[in-house]
């Protein structure tokens, strides 16, 4: 069974930055691709970013791509998200997850192939 435990949200200023945290229990760690999602209330949950099992690749959603950051660090079985220039929209709650799987541009953003979830951190961000 796989564990995930997300930590670094909180409640920031527009324009602020913030850094969230995934670490993952398994040795497998460094075989999986990692995602992060968020969730608004009364919204669906939404792909944020993605990052190979090697870190070479990575993948964004629109909304965030040259504001946030994902990279890993498979020595201390780690994802993170580095969030950059952050306004009200971004305010939900992270979930980070595992793909036991290969991704790409196509598949990282596929919420169904994320077999294992975080319970996730809040992340406000004030006008």
């Known amino acids: 069974q796989v564990q995930l435990v997300e930590s670094g949200g909180g409640l920031v200023q527009a324009g602020d930055s913030l850094t969230l945290s995934c670490r993952a229990s398994?040795?497998?760690?460094?075989?999986?691709?990692m995602g992060w999602f968020r969730q608004a209330p009364g919204k669906e949950r939404d792909f944020v970013a993605a990052i190979s099992w090697t870190g070479a690749s990575t993948y964004y959603a629109d909304s965030v791509k040259g504001r946030f950051t994902i990279s890993r660090d498979n020595a201390r079985n780690t994802v993170y998200l580095h969030m950059n220039s952050l306004n009200p929209e971004d305010t939900a709650v992270y979930y980070c997850?595992?793909?036991?799987?290969?991704?790409?541009?196509?598949?990282?953003?596929?919420?169904?192939?994320?077999?294992?979830w975080g319970q996730g951190t809040q992340v406000t961000v004030s006008s």
């Open positions: 997850a595992v793909d036991r799987g290969r991704t790409d541009e196509a598949r990282a953003g596929d919420l169904a192939r994320y077999d294992y």
């Open positions: 398994g040795r497998a760690f460094s075989a999986w691709t």
